[in-house]
């Protein structure tokens, strides 16, 4: 019986690439719904009455949320390739934690330095600093997160980087220069196939943040 | 060589209680070690240095923090023996997606409770129970969240019951009235002897929130 797989996503969504990215590294074929989050959808509050947020992976008909949730469900599915998660316990236990901190800590910050001016915008700021500090800590001298392979931490965080553009812009600062090993890890992972497809331009990421600015009227 | 297993912990914490249960249905032998969280020990500061929170799993000298993170470790080392996750990957999908459910709403609620008055206060025991009677709605008719038997939900969330009586007094409010299908669940986890002996005194917790609240100013 072949698989029924559908996403119900928003396209600059950080959490909806994370499953694109999981999706595309697997090679599993899926429909794709982009959702309208001012106007959602019926199928999607059916889908995920609690919270109502993209992404949902709908597996046969059976709904899946939560990003991170929805990574571990299609590499535990999807099993016989391109594992996402390590096998040793003790290294999944250490990927979980930083994409538990990734998700703790970065969309939140990074909401913080768009969305704010003056006093706030630059705690924002200081804070975002130490965050990634903190993360170019445990890259080290890796290639990626994950080790020598691109991993769950990897790409936890990857889409992120097409938000850059737009939170180093809105932020007065530059990414590069603050996070040097950040950046250059992110290029590495752009290399990747999956991940090049996946993220979406940072323009277009950079305008539609700015017209969210101008709704919440700082612009 | 025998597991060297180490939990740091402090002994009213809800999520320090998921880890005892754990290691209790594991029958697994640790050193608890009891910490003042206002004056963190240098074995706390050095196994968790991010977020310098208990509950810590030490294994063989290893760290692991978060509470959920710890239990799906100690369920994936000592996986010869009762499970605490399900094995089908819809299934545990479905438990993290619950116990996810459980960490982003309790909390937060049980603080506004405890540390606002008036019309916040009021707000917050409307959010309580609504978070609540969520999960008697996803509780439904079974004996516990994981079904037939005691699982990764129920454990993530019971430990909250040992602070039922400090939450009914400060809040003014009566949990069993409102909730008896999450109270008679909550009973039916305490004949259970891991859970019996891991939660501690409704009375004892209740003290020890009427000292913090006196510290904070707020009883």
Redesign the interface.
């Given at each position: 019986m072949a698989d029924e797989v559908v996403l119900l996503d928003f396209w600059p969504s950080m959490f909806g690439m994370r499953v694109r990215i999981a999706l595309a590294e697997k090679g599993i074929e899926y429909e794709y719904k982009e959702e309208d989050l001012r106007n959602k959808s019926p199928l999607l509050l059916e889908m995920n009455p609690?919270h109502k947020k993209i992404p949902v992976l709908i597996?046969n008909g059976?709904p899946?949320?939560?990003s991170l949730?929805?990574v571990?469900?299609i590499d535990?599915?999807w099993n016989d390739r391109s594992p996402l998660l390590p096998t040793d316990?003790?290294q999944?236990?250490h990927a979980?934690?930083w994409a538990?901190?990734v998700d703790k800590k970065v969309y939140e910050v990074s909401r913080k330095i768009w969305t704010t001016k003056g006093e706030e915008k630059e705690a924002g700021k200081k804070e975002f600093f130490e965050i990634f500090k903190?993360l170019e800590g445990e890259l080290g001298d890796k290639p990626y997160f994950g080790g020598e392979t691109f991993g769950f931490v990897d790409l936890s965080l990857i889409p992120f980087y097409s938000w850059f553009h737009a939170i180093e812009t809105f932020g007065e600062f530059n990414m590069e220069a603050e996070c040097p090993k950040i950046v250059a890890w992110a290029k590495r992972c752009l290399q990747i196939e999956t991940v090049a497809k996946t993220l979406p331009d940072q323009k277009k990421v950079y305008e539609f943040v700015g017209q969210m600015r101008k709704r919440f009227g700082l612009e």
């Open positions: 609690i597996h059976k899946v949320c939560e949730i929805i571990q469900y535990e599915v316990p003790y999944r236990a979980r934690f538990d901190y903190t």
